[in-house]
């Protein structure tokens, strides 16, 4: 299980936001992010817990181990504003967080 | 360029089935695993199913293992979901899904890195 917080994140454009991920128990396997808007597929940000995926902009990182993980965007820009899930993948599950919405 | 062109989904009845089609262009199909994931209305995403490149391995989540099938032809290029048994929480939009890392073999899934447009699936009497 992933456990996601904030739920909701209010902030403005340029503001640094972090979300963090807690996986109930230490795991084989890694963490990905993803941005999700209305009525669009989600999009890959992160892959193995920090690896930007392409054509991703550098204002997104990731970072974490063990159980605690986290995604950061830093200069908060306005296509930012969206929800934002991590998943852990083993393999044999892939369990989402419950998402944090970024709003303005 | 990756595509994943999904079609079927609609209205069903409990108790009913449905099959799902992701066609797949942009990539050799055979080199990648494959998964179905979800979201339902108001709630967050959730992984449904996965498949590896030659079906050795498949993966479902518990909410619908032994009610859904997921399986691909790689002659077409295609994944498919097929959904039996459906239930009133399995109303929502179903995603097909890429994986980030190139496999080549039989892998299991990690990152979803393409994915389809979405379909809506919605059971309801």
């Known amino acids: 299980q992933m456990t996601q917080s904030p739920s909701t994140l209010s902030a403005s454009v340029g503001d640094r936001v972090t979300i963090t991920c807690r996986a109930s128990q230490v795991f084989g396997g890694s963490v990905a992010w993803y941005q999700k808007k209305p009525g669009k597929a989600p999009k890959l940000l992160i892959y193995?817990?920090?690896t930007l995926d392409s054509g991703v902009p550098s204002r997104f990182s990731g970072s974490g181990s063990g159980t605690e993980f986290a995604l950061t965007i830093t200069s908060l820009q306005p296509d930012d504003f969206a929800t934002y899930f991590c998943?852990?993948?083993?393999?044999?599950?892939?369990?989402f967080g419950g998402g944090t919405e970024v709003e303005i | 360029e990756v595509q994943l062109l999904q079609s079927g989904g609609g209205l069903v009845q409990p108790g009913g089935s449905l099959r799902l089609s992701c066609a797949a262009s942009?990539?050799?199909?055979?080199?990648?695993?494959l998964s179905w994931v979800r979201h339902a209305p108001g709630k967050g995403l959730e992984w449904v199913a996965s498949i590896s490149a030659y079906e050795g391995h498949r993966k479902y989540a518990d909410s619908v293992k032994g009610r859904f099938t997921i399986s691909r032809d790689n002659s077409k290029s295609t994944l498919y979901l097929q959904m039996d048994s459906l239930r009133a929480e399995d109303t929502g939009v179903y995603y097909c899904a890429r994986d980030q890392r190139y496999c080549g073999g039989e892998c299991l899934a990690e990152s979803f890195q393409h994915w389809g447009q979405g379909t809506l699936v919605t059971v309801s009497a």
């Open positions: 942009g990539f050799t199909f055979t080199d990648y695993t």
């Open positions: 998943q852990l993948y083993t393999g044999y599950e892939f369990p």
């Open positions: 193995g817990a920090s």
